[in-house]
């Protein structure tokens, strides 16, 4: 069986991180979702709005770096979860487990201004959550440097 998503939208609030009795990290966040097509009447998009549950490192990564407004790509997968609400009703919700959160924009473009964020990541630097992940260090930026002598041809 499959059960693979993979959604982009904006976050139309900021995460909640929450942690459980033995202390795993855990993030909800409903993204918008725009369809693929406009209303016929109205001519304008409509959007879904999913709720997205993130595990572990995944979760504190997106409490982290992600606020209301904010593009995300998030890879993860459909699950259905049965609960009582307060008024004793029975009650069916989908939602998504995220594997993996990435940017879907750039700071400039999620705040309208300069890039200031130094030390911040354009992709998820936690893998999924089963496999404990990868904790970034500040050395990590190292990694990139100015090429001083381009002859301009490419390597391939």
């Given at each position: 069986m499959l059960n693979k998503i993979f959604l982009q939208g904006r976050l139309v609030?900021?995460?909640?991180?929450?942690?459980?009795p033995n202390g795993v990290a855990v993030a909800t966040f409903r993204?918008?979702?725009?369809?693929?097509?406009?209303?016929?009447?109205?001519?304008e998009k409509k959007a879904d709005f999913i709720t997205v549950v993130a595990w572990?490192?995944?979760?504190?990564f997106v409490s982290r770096y992600f606020n209301k407004g904010r593009m995300a790509v998030v890879d993860g997968r459909l699950q259905m979860r049965n609960y009582t609400d307060r008024d004793?009703?029975?009650?069916?919700?989908?939602e998504v487990v995220a594997d993996s959160v990435y940017f879907g924009d750039s700071r400039k473009d999620a705040e309208g201004g300069n890039f200031s964020a130094p030390n911040a990541s354009f992709?998820?630097?936690y893998s999924s959550p089963a496999d404990g992940g990868y904790i970034p260090s500040s050395s990590d930026n190292d990694q990139f440097a100015e090429i001083?002598?381009?002859?301009?041809?490419?390597?391939?």
């Open positions: 609030a900021d995460p909640e991180l929450r942690h459980t993204l918008a979702v725009d369809r693929d097509f406009k209303d016929r009447e109205t001519g572990r490192q995944t979760g504190e004793g009703n029975k009650r069916t919700m989908a992709a998820n630097p001083t002598d381009d002859d301009g041809d490419l390597p391939f």
